[in-house]
Every structure is written in structure tokens, then in C-alpha cells.
């Protein structure tokens, strides 16, 4: 008896051990000696370049398959059955980001890019890339910025933004075939890392003595996003950089900042795609054509979208309809139809902006950048066991705390600041609430706002950059426990993928930090 207690205790606590030093695998800090903190200023009589480039990251689909009972999901209980491309005898599918669970892409509808602008004032050289991903984890980031300097060190600063598209690969875990299986393949996440490489690389290599462009409308652009959550509070302003060769005065690049979810073919497309990412893209380069008629001209260069604050949630919902500017055609079911028309209706009011006569123009801006790790409290319970079952590839700092990042830079008359998540516009420009039902029965704490706070004339706003850690929710309107806010029957979708109550009052004072700093 002794010997079989002596056993189960022997194997109780070699199990206990194993979890032990699982548990802090899983957990460490993958880049252990990694902070930023940088503090830059250029000195304008030194010029200004600019380079731009595009580097196509979309993967390739191994096996195809057919969705026998149309639910989205790859289920071959239900009858469901694929075409082993490669011939190794089992599926290899590609795990499409957002909404749900078992979404195997089947084919590649449009491109997926990285889309870099290098920046060099002199003293101060930075980069700026937008991938075609849904999000980044810092981690990431992190490892994409060492390949960079190691082909450019002379950079001071990279920025890695996504535009969130929910049609593309799954680099952050949580979307693969169960909610138990990550839906990361690595080969392709190397891909990724790669190509922003790449991305940066031909940027830098195409650098030119360069000026700037700004522009903005701020209230065209409402028709195309709606917001699903209480209170109404929108980022739909159109901001616009447009970076032009100083001899030739060509385009080489224009950024275009609008908050809205590239979602719009919504959750039953099986098909790899940038949503009206491409088409807005593709119109604003090229131009808008019909037939063989081209209605406006294109500006030409690289176009780079730069998604705003899109929490709450901004979203182009199914219950919308989307009107071709040109044929008037009003489209409502989600269809690649439906994208295009939103692309021409976006790149019609974006090139009509560019070329308004009160654009205004700057030669030699002075380049400042203030950017900080920061680390973040996750409270979420589900996001700690997915880091556990190594469904997210994420290291600790300390217990419960994550790096992340902030930063804002400054160029001419415009400030960009950049955030790690899907921010609640209600934060950057006013108009948050302490409703009924609140978890907390507390007031405002993101106050003032960030647009209040940002310098300039130009306010750029960009989430998801440096990080992806979610929605980021005013404290006030955190809300788990019923009773539920706004008369809601069932808990709000922004906490289920949160890392917390603590995020956003955390975020929200360490960006005004770094504000102050940067004037």
C-alpha cells in the first residue's frame, strides 16, 4: 500500500514539475533585453527624402476544399472533403483570421501586401509598414524589426501597423480549427517577416529628395462604416499624406487614414483578400475606370491605408448598403461586388480630396519621434490559457503583464500617433459614457481626449501598430457582469477579446505622456 501511495505521489508531483516548467516556457519573455525609448529630432536644413515600395505576402493555398453543408467551417463529420494538393496525404489548410473558428481559406481572392514608406530627415530616419493582417503581437514586431536593422541599422524607428482585414491568415492563434488548436503556420509567419524586410528594404533603396502634401475631409466617408455598439461615436475622418517626388513633383506615396473593420465580405468568405483595402488602393494609384473610360485619374506611387480607431465596434455591416458613386447600383448582401463599390466610393472621395486646392504644402519637415514600451496587466483568463497551450506564441514580462507599445511622430504641420489596438473612437474623440450596468459604476477615466492632445494642424490616429491586443474599452463602459449596459440581453463582444478593464486607462495615460513629451 505504502508503495502505491509512494508511486501516485511520485507521479502527482513529477506531473506538477512538468507543468511547472512548462508553464514558464510558455510564459518567458521573448525578447528579454528588448525596450524602446527614444526621444528624436531632425534639423529641416538637413532635406528631406522619401521612398515607398509594395511587397506582395500573400500565401499560398497547399490543399483546396468544398464546404459540403456552407456553414464556413471546415467539418469533414459533416461531410465536408478536400484535394490534397500536395500530395503528403493530409490537409494543410490555411486558417483564416476573424469571426470564427475552422474558416480554411480556399483560394486567394486579391493580394495581400506590405506596403512600407521610409522616411530619412537627416538625423532622424524612420519606417512606417502596413501588412494585410489582422493584427501583429508585439513579439512579432519585435523579430521583424531585428531582421530589418540588420539590413538596416541606419534606421532609427520601424513601425508595424495592420490594416485588420478578416480575410487573411491567422498570425495571431487564436482563429485555427478549434479554440483549443493554434491557427499559426509558421512557414507562413515567416513569410510575413520577410516580406516587411523586403518591404522596408525597397523602400529605403528608392528614396528621393521629396515634399508633402496634407489634406482632409472629414464628413464624406460616414455613409461607408456604421458602429454596433453604444454610444455613437465615430472615426470616420479622412486624413491624407501625399508624398511627392521633389523634382519631378510624381507621387511616390500617399497615406490614407480611416478607421473602419476590412470586413466587409464578412464571415462566410472562404477566400484570402484585403477586403476594399485592394480596390480603395488600386484607384487611388491607378485611377477609376468604367469599361474602357477612365472616370479620374489616379495619383500613381504606393498608396498605404492606415486603419483609425475601429473599437465600439466601426464595421461595414452586412445591414449596410454600399452605393457605387458611379452607377448608382446599391449593394447590400456581402459580395467581392459589394467591396468594389465601397474601393470606388473610397478612392473617389480620397482622390478628390488630393486634389483640392487646399491642400497644404511642406518642403524640408522637421522628423520628430517619442515612442515607449509600456507593459499591459492581461486579465483575461481565456487569453492566459491560450498562452499556456501556446495558441498564442506571446512571452510574460511578469505575471500577468505583456510589452507593448506606444508612439507618436511628428512631420511638418502632422502628428501620428499610434496605439496597439482596436481603440474605442469615443476615447480619441470624446463622447464617453457611464451607463446603467456598468461593471465599475465609475466615471470617465480617458479623459482629456487624445484628439484634444495631439499637436498640429493634422491629426493622424492609427490602432493596431506594434502590438495587436484587442479592443480597448473605456473602463466606465467595461462590462461582463449583468446587469448589462444599454439594455443589452447578453455581455458586449469587446470584453470577450480585451485584455482587461485596466487597458485602456492604461494606454490612454501613456499616450498622453508620450504627446506631451513629443511637443
Known amino acids: 500500500m505504502k508503495k502505491i501511495l509512494f508511486t501516485i505521489f511520485l507521479l502527482v508531483f513529477t506531473c506538477g514539475v512538468g507543468i511547472w516548467v512548462y508553464s514558464i516556457y510558455q510564459f518567458k519573455d521573448r525578447h528579454s533585453d528588448y525596450n524602446v525609448d527614444l526621444d528624436l529630432h531632425s534639423n529641416p536644413e538637413n532635406g528631406f527624402k522619401a521612398g ?143 516580406g516587411i524586410q523586403s518591404a522596408v528594404q525597397k523602400a529605403y533603396d528608392a528614396l528621393k529628395p521629396a515634399y508633402i502634401k496634407f489634406s482632409e475631409e472629414k464628413e464624406k466617408l460616414k455613409p461607408l462604416v456604421g458602429d454596433t455598439r453604444d454610444p455613437e461615436v465615430y472615426d470616420a475622418e479622412l486624413k491624407l499624406m ?14 490614407m487614414n480611416w478607421g473602419n473593420h476590412p470586413e466587409t465580405l464578412w464571415a462566410e468568405n472562404l477566400q484570402v483578400s484585403s477586403d ?26 504606393v498608396a498605404i491605408w492606415l486603419n483609425g480607431a475601429i473599437g465600439g465596434l466601426m464595421t461595414t455591416h452586412p445591414s449596410m448598403e454600399v452605393v457605387d458613386p458611379y452607377s448608382q447600383k446599391a449593394f447590400l448582401k456581402q ?9 470606388r466610393a473610397l478612392a473617389k472621395i480620397t482622390l478628390e480630396t488630393l486634389n483640392d486646392s487646399m491642400a497644404v504644402t511642406v518642403t524640408n519637415p522637421k522628423l520628430s519621434i517619442r515612442a515607449q514600451s509600456i507593459e499591459l496587466k492581461m486579465d483575461n483568463q481565456l487569453f492566459h490559457l491560450a498562452a499556456f497551450l501556446g495558441i498564442f506564441n506571446r512571452g510574460f514580462t511578469k505575471w500577468k503583464h505583456i510589452r507593448s507599445e506606444v508612439s507618436a511622430w511628428s512631420i511638418g504641420p502632422a502628428t501620428f500617433v499610434h496605439v496597439p489596438g482596436e481603440l474605442y473612437p ?19 477615466l480617458e479623459l ?6 495631439i499637436p498640429g494642424q493634422f491629426k493622424f490616429f492609427a490602432g493596431l501598430s506594434n ?5 480597448i474599452i473605456p473602463k466606465s463602459q467595461w462590462d461582463v457582469e449583468p446587469p448589462f449596459t444599454y439594455k443589452n440581453k447578453n455581455r458586449p463582444y469587446g470584453e470577450i477579446n480585451s485584455l482587461g478593464p485596466e487597458t485602456a486607462p492604461s494606454i490612454h495615460s501613456a499616450i498622453l505622456k508620450v504627446l506631451s513629451e513629443l511637443k
Open 52 to 194: 515607398f515600395s509594395k511587397v506582395d505576402i500573400s500565401p499560398l493555398i497547399p490543399d483546396t476544399w468544398i464546404d459540403n453543408d456552407g456553414d464556413a467551417r471546415y467539418s469533414p463529420e459533416n461531410g465536408d472533403t478536400y484535394t490534397d494538393g500536395n500530395g503528403n496525404g493530409k490537409f494543410d489548410p490555411i486558417w483564416l483570421a476573424g469571426f470564427h473558428n475552422s474558416r480554411a481559406a480556399q483560394a486567394v481572392l486579391d493580394p495581400l501586401w506590405a506596403r512600407a514608406m521610409v522616411l530619412d530627415a537627416g538625423e532622424v530616419k524612420m519606417a512606417l509598414v502596413v501588412i494585410d493582417m489582422i493584427g501583429f503581437g508585439n513579439d512579432d514586431v519585435i523579430d521583424a524589426r531585428k531582421l530589418i536593422l540588420d539590413s538596416n541599422p541606419e534606421l532609427d524607428y520601424v513601425i508595424i501597423s495592420s490594416t485588420h482585414v478578416h480575410s487573411s491568415p491567422d498570425v495571431i492563434g487564436i482563429w485555427g480549427e478549434s479554440d483549443y488548436k493554434s491557427g499559426i503556420n509558421q512557414e507562413y509567419l515567416t513569410q510575413v517577416k520577410v
Open 242 to 255: 501625399q508624398v511627392l517626388d521633389q523634382e519631378t513633383h510624381l507621387t511616390l506615396g500617399t497615406i
Open 276 to 301: 476594399f483595402a485592394d480596390p480603395w488602393r488600386n484607384m487611388v494609384e491607378l485611377g477609376i475606370s468604367e469599361n474602357d473610360s477612365l472616370l479620374i485619374n489616379g495619383v500613381g506611387g
Open 335 to 343: 459580395s467581392h461586388e459589394k467591396v468594389i463599390a465601397q474601393g
Open 426 to 444: 469615443e476615447i480619441l474623440h470624446g463622447g464617453i459614457e457611464s451607463p446603467d450596468g456598468g461593471d465599475f459604476g465609475i466615471a470617465p
Open 448 to 453: 482629456p481626449t487624445i484628439q484634444s492632445q
Open 467 to 471: 502590438d495587436m491586443v484587442g479592443y
